[in-house]
T-cell receptor
């Protein structure tokens, strides 16, 4: 139990599909994050939510749409993705000045 | 804005030998520094952190790192590695005045062989 749970672990979708990634944190943290991890590249910060308000959006294409209904849950809605969007998507949470706690990620393949 | 450079993309090492993973950063303000480890098919796990105080930081699994402000470095070391230390290691930095904006390095793959 990592404290941050991501589902599904693996996802294969076509370019015309709509799917959602889910993240749930059981640590009582007040901030949640989406990161994209591609091979041989640094982690890319996509979105940050603090107290359920989006505070960071790093020029992410609109085909990625985040949702944070409460401080424990974070979603990433996906539609009309491109093959280059295939990657490991990591969710993380933190509290004030604590380090990030990561989930195990969703391995996304866009065909 | 800050940036992080991990100088080695892959480090092969024999079991029970020492290992050092290099990390350099650039930032115009004070920073917090972190090392994370990622095992296959898992997320990142915190190894250790430097927030303030002693520049020598000890973490889990026998790892330690030293913060060198003049050289803007935060190298990770372990005196004797195990096969189970085979993983990818990430250095990360966060400005002290803008918590939440972590910048990660590209990672160093450590491969431990018998």
């Amino acid at each position: 139990e990592t404290g941050v749970t991501q589902t599904p672990r693996h996802l294969v979708m076509g370019m015309t599909n709509k799917k959602s990634l889910k993240c749930e944190q059981h640590l009582g943290h007040n901030a949640m994050y989406w990161y994209k991890q591609s091979a041989k590249k640094p982690l890319e910060l996509m979105f940050v939510y603090s107290l359920e308000e989006r505070v960071e959006n790093n020029s992410v294409p609109s085909r990625f749409s985040p949702e944070c209904p409460n401080s424990s849950h974070l979603f990433l809605h996906l539609h009309t993705l491109q093959p280059e969007d295939s990657a490991l998507y990591l969710c993380a949470s933190s509290q004030d000045h604590s380090p990030l706690h990561f989930g195990n990620g969703t391995r996304l393949t866009v065909t | 804005a800050q940036s992080v450079t991990q100088l080695d993309s892959q480090v092969p090492v024999f079991e029970e030998a020492p290992v050092e993973l290099r990390c350099n950063y650039s930032s115009s303000v004070s920073v917090y520094l972190f090392w994370y480890v990622q095992y296959p098919n898992q997320g990142l796990q915190l190894l250790l952190k430097y927030l303030s105080g002693s520049t020598l930081v000890k973490g889990i699994n026998g790892f330690e790192a030293e913060f060198n402000k003049s050289q803007t470095s935060f190298h990770l070391r372990k005196p004797s590695v195990h096969i189970s230390d085979t993983a990818e290691y990430f250095c990360a930095v966060s400005d002290t005045d803008s918590w939440g904006k972590f910048q990660f390095g590209a990672g160093t793959q450590v491969v431990v062989t018998p």
